[in-house]
Structure formats: structure tokens, C-alpha cells
């Protein structure tokens, strides 16, 4: 089993800055991919952005050139710095682990973070 805790959220005023963090546990493997995936009130959880443990990047053009994900594996440790916030970045940010045995796939989510843009 993997286990995963974000921390980092909070309130921020448009323009500021934040930094989310999710750690690791458990039954990690070597290969794998780890992302932030968010949910605002009343919308379907979306992409922000995932990183594989190759380093490969990928992100939701919503958020292009605003955030920047990265990771520690050496820690089992995933962030995301997120500047210039807006009112619509507002949203429980969750951390999530994919990795694979064969071919089935094993995913593990996080409890959430709650991010707040607002004045």
C-alpha cells in the first residue's frame, strides 16, 4: 500500500504564491508517475500536472508558465509551486501516485489540500 499527505494549501490573495507538498510511503516503486489533480465546488476534478519519476513533465495548459511541479524521489516527495494565482485556481488539490505492476495499473490519491484565491 502507498500512502500519500499533501500540505501546503491555504489562502492566498490573486497574484500570490503557494507551494503544495506530497509525501510518500509505503510500497513505492522505482517507476512510476506522480501528479496534482484539482476539484473546484460543482466541476469534475482536472489535470494540473504530473511528473513521471524520469523526470518527464506534463501540464494543463491553464496552468502553463503559473506552476511548476517537481519531486525529490530520493525523499518520495512531490511539490508544487504555483505563482501568479487566480481566482479560478481556487480548488481541493490532490496528490496522486500511479505506478504499475505488469500491466495493471495501481493508482493512490491523497487526502487533499484546499487552495482559496481570493481578496
Known amino acids: 500500500q502507498v500512502q500519500l499527505v499533501e500540505s501546503g494549501g491555504g489562502l492566498v490573495q490573486p497574484g500570490g504564491s503557494l507551494r503544495l507538498s506530497c509525501a510518500a510511503s509505503?510500497?513505492?516503486?522505482?517507476?512510476?508517475?506522480m501528479g496534482w489533480y484539482r476539484q473546484a465546488p460543482g466541476k469534475q476534478r482536472e489535470l494540473v500536472a504530473t511528473?513521471?519519476?524520469?523526470?518527464?513533465?506534463n501540464y494543463a495548459d491553464s496552468v502553463k508558465g503559473r506552476f511548476t511541479i517537481s519531486r525529490d524521489n530520493a525523499k518520495n516527495t512531490m511539490y508544487l509551486q504555483m505563482n501568479s494565482l487566480k481566482p479560478d485556481d481556487t480548488a481541493v488539490y490532490y496528490c496522486v501516485l500511479n505506478q504499475w505492476v505488469v500491466t495493471d495499473q495501481y493508482d493512490y490519491w491523497g487526502q487533499g489540500t484546499q487552495v482559496i484565491v481570493s481578496s
Open positions: 509505503g510500497s513505492i516503486f522505482r517507476l512510476n508517475r
Open positions: 511528473m513521471s519519476s524520469g523526470g518527464r513533465s
